[in-house]
């Protein structure tokens, strides 16, 4: 709910190789502005999406830990931190 309100329209729930497919397709869209996607996803990146992932600049892509917390070392850390880290830009 709380992400309808903030404007998201879209998610996926998909892990793996199709979630690496799926978030190539996201990449090449011009109508998707912000991508949030866990940690466990990009472990199943290859090089080349990776590269393509970093070099964006839109769409940003913000990596989160998963539900899980199956993140060695991951912190506890609030998606607008995370957004405001990647973009540099507070969504307050």
């Known amino acids: 709910m709380g992400f309808r309100l903030a404007g998201v329209s879209e998610w996926y729930t998909v892990e793996g190789a199709e979630g690496a497919k799926k978030l190539s397709e996201l990449l090449g869209r011009d109508d998707v502005g912000i991508i949030i996607a866990s940690n466990s996803l990009r472990k199943a990146m ?41 973009i540099g830009i507070n969504l307050e």
Request: glycine fraction near 4%.
């Open 46 to 86: 290859d090089w080349k999406l990776q590269n393509r992932v970093e070099s964006s600049s839109k769409p940003i892509v913000v990596f989160v830990p998963s539900r899980a917390g199956d993140e060695e070392g991951a912190e506890e850390t609030s998606l607008q931190d995370l957004i405001r880290r990647s």
